[in-house]
Nanobody
Framework: QVQLMESGGGLVQAGGSLRLSCAAS????????MGWYRQAPGKQRELVAA???????NYASSVKGRFTISRDNAENTVYLQMNSLKPEDTAVYYC??????????WGQGTQVTVSS
């Protein structure tokens, strides 16, 4: 079992920044990738960024150059630094952990609202 606890969402003006955090606990040794997804009202959940246990990263084209995913292995925490935020970034952001031999785990989600 893996537990994920997100924090850092909120309301920000366009052009501003936010940093999301996702702290993992439980069977963290089995996690091979962690990612951030988002879901806007009426839209499907989409991948925003992911980072493997080896440190390789992947980004959605819509956030490349603006968002940065990173991880602190000592703290078992993954971060999503979001800069130059746009109103279209407004969504509920979910942390996810890919675990060997198991379904992915999800956090409870954190709301990010970007006002124009």
């Amino acid at each position: 079992q893996v537990q994920l606890m997100e924090s850092g969402g909120g309301l920000v003006q366009a052009g501003g920044s936010l940093r999301l955090s996702c702290a993992a606990s439980g069977s963290i040794f089995s996690i091979y990738v962690m990612g951030w997804y988002r879901q806007a009202p009426g839209k499907q959940r989409e991948l925003v960024a992911a980072i493997t246990s080896a440190g390789s990263t992947n980004y959605a084209s819509s956030v490349k150059g603006r968002f940065t995913i990173s991880r602190d292995n000592a703290e078992n925490t993954v971060y999503l630094q979001m800069n130059s935020l746009k109103p279209e970034d407004t969504a509920v952001y979910y942390c996810s952990a890919g675990v060997s031999g198991s379904r992915p785990y999800w956090g409870q989600g954190t709301q990010v609202t970007v006002s124009s």
